[in-house]
């Protein structure tokens, strides 16, 4: 419980200073305003300064304007603006979130019928049916498969992320914590394949499916979750790996001298102190699942498709609406990114080794 | 459990591995699934370059040994070498576009003079978490032919006419070159960013004191600085233009008519749409020797394994 509760402090953290930001800025502004009055700043600093944070922000601006661009469509009805001649808007004519409503579909879990036998008597047990969201009643008669492909990436990804784990965390702490024969060209050859072999997923991928067929495993999901952990296993275990090191050995001591077992050693102090480097790798690995498209869309028939290859299967349809595509889109990244902002902090603490310092 | 006590006692009495060794086993499972989904393809895919096999043959154990024929077939191919060439072609004005934005930006958030640069950092690396398959997607739909597509409307408030960009050949090259540059560019600026930042101040006012003006003082002060850190992210982001796959995949396939099909494309085309699985896998393994050349020579000049030293 204690790890959602310390989530829960550090978000509120996070609000507290995003909230904060502005008051400053304004109390920043108005400090150099009275400034400029009492003739301490020249106007002409100030000038120049302003002209140029505007420039900043204008590249800044520029560089996000696609994501931006597609936040505008994914609001605009179907059709409509972005359809006219009338250049780019920069907000929908008339804002919807139609395109959201087609994409997430019914959220309505249907009534079921439990029986019981109880000593020669059944029992009948009529669970209601609960409506989340019924688009219909706003107009939205057909719907995306979204929910489809948000299943099939769950049953992807979650096995991914257990048999990742099991993988990883072992490895990390012995690479760690411990001397055996090996050690360093298991780590030489992990970190080797973390610098250069990101692209050969592709190049293998000839070999993979040929493999994954004969062995009967294509269109197989947990075969594709085995995969991706074996993928994910060289960067992860560093970067875990890395994260121990930074735990003192001196609490292992005393542990040790107070005669802990080195079992109780691993689950009292070192998993519980490797939390954020632990979350980090869970994030990793669920993403990695969660975001693959290139062997997922070769391996999966269209059943079976995960987000990824949804998504790619809309671009190639030339009758599906631009509003929708992008509602999609967003649907899919926009969780990702919020995980990925919050996750940042342990990320950056996570990938202080060697080679990314320059 | 005896026989496995008595099996751990054998493996602590022999030479090779000694008790203090255990350890080892906690590595082993995730060194053996890495192995098996990773080495294992990698000797069956040189396997299947030195034979015929095709879907048809293939699935049957009916495919042919036939020796060096599709390497032959191959290196001779000018389809090969057109790919080849425009790989290479890619590395080289992608890897140039992207250091130029990941230096312009750098310098942009870390001006002396801007306001707020921290925000303005937090806020331009949020791409980075983008998953590569959205960015390339919208960025298609950016280049659409279709009159909503961004990069025409962008064209006709210039006054200019709209442009088929993914049927014409370097157009849509650009159009790659483009996508390739926002995909990197976090990964750039936060390397130049944090390199600007070790840029000696008192150089800097050293030589403002002499007289030095703004470019001046980039090319003799900033530029020398920060030439290393680049140069590694630099070395890095060119291996990932040589494999990139998806943004052509993605666009229209390597196309117009096969004229931009990077190298892993170009493979990828043969195995699944031609059915030569024999030289798809050779075309792949020539890619990958390739790049290891090319990356082993980084790594021996740039240190890029520099952390399993100090591990």
Known sequence: ?358 | MSVVDSAVERVADSPVVSRGDLPLLLVLPGLFVFLAFMLFPVLYLVYLSFTNAEPATLFQGREQWVGLANYVRVLSDGQFWNSMGVTWLFVATSVALKVLVGLGVGLVVTGKRVRGKRFMRALIIVPLGLPGIFTITIWRGIFSSAEFGLANQFLRMAGLGSVAWLSERWMAFLAYNVTEAWLAYPFMVIITVSALQDVSEELHEAAMIDGAGFFARFLHVTLPSIKRPVLFASILTAAASFQQFLIPYVFNQGGPSRTNELLIVYGYREAFRFQKYGEGAAIMLVAVAVIGVFMMLNVKKGQLADGVDDA
């Open chain 1, 1 to 358: 419980m204690s790890v959602v509760s310390d989530l829960a402090a550090e978000l509120a953290d996070d609000a507290r200073n995003a909230a904060a930001a502005p008051v400053e800025s304004v109390k920043d502004v108005k400090y150099t305003l009275e400034g400029v009055r009492d003739g301490r700043v020249s106007p002409a600093t100030v000038l120049k300064t302003a002209g140029i944070t505007l420039g900043a922000a204008v590249v800044v601006a520029l560089l996000l304007f696609p994501l931006y661009w597609v936040a505008v469509g994914a609001f605009s009805g179907t059709g409509a603006s972005l359809y006219s001649s009338s250049g780019i808007r920069l907000w929908p004519a008339d804002p919807t979130i139609e395109p959201f409503l087609w994409v997430v579909g019914d959220l309505i879990v249907p009534s079921y019928r439990i029986s019981l036998a109880l000593g020669g008597y059944e029992v009948f047990l009529q669970t209601p049916e609960l409506t989340f969201l019924d688009v219909s009643q706003y107009g939205v008669t057909e719907t995306s498969e979204f929910k489809r492909f948000f299943a099939n990436s769950l049953t992807v990804a979650v096995p991914t992320v257990i048999l990742a784990m099991c993988l990883i965390v072992p490895g990390a702490y012995a690479l760690s914590r411990r001397q055996f024969i090996g050690r360093s060209k298991v780590l030489y050859g992990y970190v080797l394949f973390t610098q250069i072999g990101g692209g050969l997923g592709v190049a293998l991928l000839i070999a993979l499916y040929a493999l994954f067929v004969q062995f009967g495993f294509n269109d197989d999901k947990l075969a594709l979750s085995a995969y991706y952990a074996a993928t994910a296993v060289p960067f992860n275990t560093w970067l875990l790996k890395t994260y121990m090191d930074g735990i003192p050995v001196s609490y292992e001591e005393a542990a040790m001298i107070d005669g802990a077992p080195s079992w109780k050693i691993v689950t009292e102090i070192i998993l519980p102190l490797s939390k954020a480097g632990l979350a980090t790798v869970f994030i990793f690995t669920f993403l990695t699942g969660w975001t693959e498209f290139v062997v997922a869309q070769t391996l999966l028939s269209t059943d079976n498709y995960t987000l990824p290859v949804g998504l790619y299967s809309l671009v190639g349809r030339y009758s599906i609406p631009w509003a929708r595509f992008s509602a999609f889109a967003l649907t899919f990244a926009a969780p990702i990114v919020l995980i990925y902002l919050f996750a940042q902090r342990y990320i950056e603490g996570g990938l202080s080794f060697g080679g990314m310092e320059g």
